[in-house]
Nanobody, 127 residues
Framework: QVKLVESGGGSVQSGGSLRLSCAASGFSYDGYCMGWFRQTPGKEREGVAVIHNNGTTIYADSVKGRFTISQDKPENTLALQMNNLKPEDTAMYYC?????????????????????WGQGTQVTVSS
């Protein structure tokens, strides 16, 4: 059974840092993509950062230069280092995995590409 468990969320002041982790089990990370998404009430889930199986990374414009996604394949973990956090980064953050082929027209930062999701971890940034 595939399971994704996020940790590392919390509350910080603007300019602070947090590191999110995602422990994956039930599958081997030889799939296609893994990524981090975020969502606030009433809004669609937004792609933050994704990493391809080949190590290529893609970031949303709003987090470029501040967030870094990384993976540890032997440990089957995914991390998101978030620096210089801003109040607008406040959201529930989700880890996601794409383990099956999808329509290649669906962009990597599109949530529709992913078939497994964690339960989320809350990040709150105060000004």
């Amino acid at each position: 059974q595939v399971k994704l468990v996020e940790s590392g969320g919390g509350s910080v002041q603007s300019g602070g840092s947090l590191r999110l982790s995602c422990a994956a089990s039930g599958f081997s990370y030889d799939g296609y993509c893994m990524g981090w998404f975020r969502q606030t009430p009433g809004k669609e889930r937004e792609g933050v950062a994704v990493i391809h199986n080949n190590g290529t990374t893609i970031y949303a414009d709003s987090v470029k230069g501040r967030f870094t996604i990384s993976q540890d394949k032997p440990e089957n973990t995914l991390a998101l280092q978030m620096n210089n956090l801003k109040p607008e980064d406040t959201a529930m953050y989700y880890c996601a995995a794409q383990t099956m082929r999808t329509n290649p027209a669906i962009q990597p930062l599109n949530a529709m590409r992913y078939n497994y999701w964690g339960q989320g971890t809350q990040v709150t940034v105060s000004s």
